[in-house]
């Protein structure tokens, strides 16, 4: 089946996956954009998984202040190498965890930190476990698989801060 330009280029803009990622998987799904994009989707969770183990050690500190400076983030995301650091992809997504960790207020990354001894009461105390801001019907740790299948680099949140008035 030939797969038109218009149909990989709207598939690309979509995604953010490479052109020939973009085609294959129309090709694999017999032109059908959904299908395609949910199999670009499990691609990028093999290779998240896949890179997940590696090092990163390169990266950002993110710093937000908002309400007129009422609330203040700051979060340490890291990668492997300093070339992805400086992309504006990375940098967007270190902007939204710190958005995101100023809105919600979560109080661990993951799973540091038993369960029980965590306050729930304002929602999901765990920052990857949170509905992301932007797109709720994906979680934070989903909106990180996406960048890291994108850029091809192990991403993680090493730690935040999150300062608020009066609390």
């Known amino acids: 089946m030939a797969i038109s330009t218009e149909a990989i280029r709207a598939l690309r803009e979509e995604t953010g996956a490479g052109i020939m990622d973009c085609k294959r998987a129309l090709e694999e799904a017999g032109g059908d954009s959904a299908k395609a994009k949910e ?56 902007h939204d965890l710190a958005l995101q960790i100023a809105a919600m207020a979560p109080q661990v990354v993951d799973d540091e930190t038993a369960l029980d001894d965590l306050d729930i009461s304002r929602g999901e105390p765990r920052l990857l476990y949170q509905p992301f801001i932007r797109d709720p019907s994906k979680t934070v740790r989903q909106v990180m698989t996406d960048v890291v299948a994108r850029v091809g680099e192990n991403i993680r949140v090493r730690r935040f801060t999150r300062f608020e008035l009066g609390s």
């Open 39 to 94: 199999l670009l989707r499990q691609k990028g969770l093999a290779l998240a998984a896949k890179k997940a183990e590696r090092a990163a050690n390169q990266g950002l500190v993110e710093a937000y202040v908002h309400g007129g400076g009422r609330i203040g983030v700051l979060v340490e995301v890291n990668c492997e190498t300093d070339f992805v650091a400086r992309t504006l992809e990375f940098k967007e997504l270190a």
